[in-house]
Antibody
Framework: QVQLVQSGAEVKKPGASVKVSCKASGYSFISNYMHWVRQAPGQGLEWMGIINPSGGSTTYAQKFQGRVTMTRDTSSSTVYMELSSLRSEDTAVYYC???????????????WGQGTLVTVSS | DIVMTQSPDSLAVSLGERATINCKSSQSVLYISNNKNYLAWYQQKPGQPPKVLIYWASTRESGVPDRFSGSGSGTDFTLTISSLQAEDVAVYFCQQYYNSPLTFGGGTKVEIK
């Protein structure tokens, strides 16, 4: 079955960077765009950006421009999200989520990864 | 950016009763050329990622109980749970995928009365 498995929880100090991985299985990795969404504790969902696993092109939300980098490794069917210059407000669960419709850049998400808690604290 | 506004923020419904959640977009998410509304509904239970229930505003995802239904078009949408079950306690989000940036409603928490 289609599955997205993310890396484990991280604790970082303000100003540091974090890199979260998302390993896909059960489908053709390059056929579906992948997005990243985050959720601060007790809050709603915030879209961060998209990566095309086929060519590696990316689009980032304006809020994260200059601080976020999304990459992929086709040999291991894994996408990565790196966020730099971390601050306390970046404490959140970070999700990867696959666009269900093949080739579509935008779409509804199915499935989602299990989430990775990133805690930023001095 | 398209702003998605959900109401109410929370609601408590008796078991077996109907629950209705509203979602309004700041601009139409109906794509005229294919007559599709680019709107999805998700259910999120504590400690879990969101799970898609409805897409294209009214298409139920495979495996989702038929007590869940979506309706609406353009800018106004509704998620209805026709007969609330205990396992439906969750937060529900709408999402537009009409254009970038993708945006979500603030969520509606559904509880048992």
């Amino acid at each position: 079955q289609v599955q997205l498995v993310q890396s484990g929880a991280e604790v970082k100090k303000p100003g540091a960077s974090v890199k979260v991985s998302c390993k896909a299985s059960g489908y053709s990795f390059i056929s579906n765009y992948m997005h990243w969404v985050r959720q601060a504790p007790g809050q709603g969902l915030e879209w961060m950006g998209i990566i095309n696993p086929s060519g590696g092109s990316t689009t980032y939300a304006q809020k994260f421009q200059g601080r976020v980098t999304m990459t992929r490794d086709t040999s291991s069917s894994t996408v990565y999200m790196e966020l730099s210059s971390l601050r306390s407000e970046d404490t959140a669960v970070y999700y990867c989520a696959r666009v269900e419709e093949t080739v579509a850049r935008l779409g509804y998400f199915d499935p989602w990864g299990q989430g990775t808690l990133v805690t930023v604290s001095s | 950016d398209i702003v998605m506004t959900q109401s109410p923020d929370s609601l408590a419904v008796s078991l077996g009763e109907r629950a209705t959640i509203n979602c309004k977009s700041s601009q139409s998410v109906l794509y005229i050329s294919n007559n599709k509304n680019y709107l999805a509904w998700y259910q999120q239970k504590p400690g879990q990622p969101p799970k898609v229930l409805i897409y294209w505003a009214s298409t139920r995802e495979s495996g989702v109980p038929d007590r869940f239904s979506g309706s609406g078009s353009g800018t106004d949408f509704t998620l209805t749970i026709s007969s609330l079950q205990a396992e439906d306690v969750a937060v529900y989000f709408c999402q537009q995928y009409y254009n970038s940036p993708l945006t979500f409603g603030g969520g509606t928490k559904v509880e048992i009365k």
